[in-house]
């Protein structure tokens, strides 16, 4: 007896779980209004897959009336909520590309890019979206100078080149661990030109210095002289670039190593 009224309450709870369901879904029949606001029910519930589902189906029978932007716009912020970032950036952008007048427009092509955002990966991962990101933060600041959505892209777009620049950085560190220290100088060489303004930038090239000064006290002496040169440009980068650098008592040893490699290198061939 005692199982038999578990399994009925349980029973009437499925049903009324399924009654409940079939309440707040669009039916058959449902106007453009009351799918719409079933639509929103799923939404503020913060059920996100079922919202965007709902939406869609509100789109098919919305298209030419006043609601067909809104379900646009709410279908993409279901998929951001859901967590389905490509899917949001591609909504968002139909959003912008069909409804070029509407107020919202400015926050759908934020969003757009935002969601490739948060699509970015961990630095030592492939950064196919850091960059998609970044494209579409530049295009965002491009079309709406000066507001309070480009300072944020712009904040963003800093976070993702110190992104890019750690996994330059990172790469060259690999080099040098190797002793592959001509591809070493060459990572290091990459962070500072394409991310001069990253907190990498400074030590990569006092580490670019060390790089050639290895590179060329482990050379035949016939290739030494122009990589200890090399090792001296890069110390007359470094002080033009960093006059006040932290890094820069690194710098002007490894400046002091390579001046003396290649005096050393001089004298033996003064010395033929």
């Not at 079939?22 to 606001?37: C, K, L, N, Q, Y």
């Not at 609601?67 to 952008?93: G, M, P, T, V």
């Not at 592959?180 to 670019?208: D, G, H, I, M, R």
């Not at 006290?217 to 090792?231: C, G, L, M, N, T």
Request: contains cysteine.
């Amino acid at each position: 007896m005692h199982i038999f009224v578990k399994y009925l309450t349980l029973l009437l709870i499925l049903i009324t779980v399924v009654a409940c369901g079939s309440r707040h879904s669009i039916r058959p029949g449902d106007t453009v209004d009351v799918a719409f606001e079933k639509a929103m029910g799923f939404y503020e519930r913060e059920r996100y897959s079922d919202a965007a589902q709902a939406f869609e189906t509100v789109l098919s029978i919305a298209r030419g009336t006043d609601l067909a932007a809104d379900a646009q716009f709410y279908l993409a912020k279901s998929h951001y909520h859901n967590r389905s970032y490509l899917i949001a950036a591609s909504e968002f952008r139909r959003f912008a590309r069909n409804y070029t007048r509407d107020e919202r427009r400015e926050e759908a092509e934020f969003m757009e890019a935002y969601s490739h955002y948060q699509m970015s990966p961990r630095y030592n991962l492939d950064q196919t979206e850091t960059y998609n990101a970044l494209d579409r933060f530049q295009l965002f600041i491009t079309r709406y100078p000066g507001t309070e959505l480009a300072e944020q892209a712009i904040e963003y777009m800093d976070e993702l080149r110190d992104k890019l620049a750690k996994k330059k950085f990172n790469a060259a560190e690999m080099y040098m661990r190797i002793r592959q220290y001509e591809s070493a100088a060459l990572y290091y060489n990459l962070t500072v030109e394409n991310y001069p303004e990253s907190k990498w930038a400074e030590p990569a090239l006092v580490n670019k210095i060390l790089a050639y000064v290895n590179y060329a006290e482990r050379s035949v002496r016939a290739r030494q002289q122009e990589r200890y040169e090399k090792a001296i440009e890069s110390y007359q980068q470094y002080v033009q670039i960093f006059p006040r650098g932290d890094g820069r008592s690194k710098a002007e040893e490894y400046y002091d190593r390579a001046l003396m490699g290649l005096s050393e290198v001089s004298t033996a061939t003064a010395e033929r």
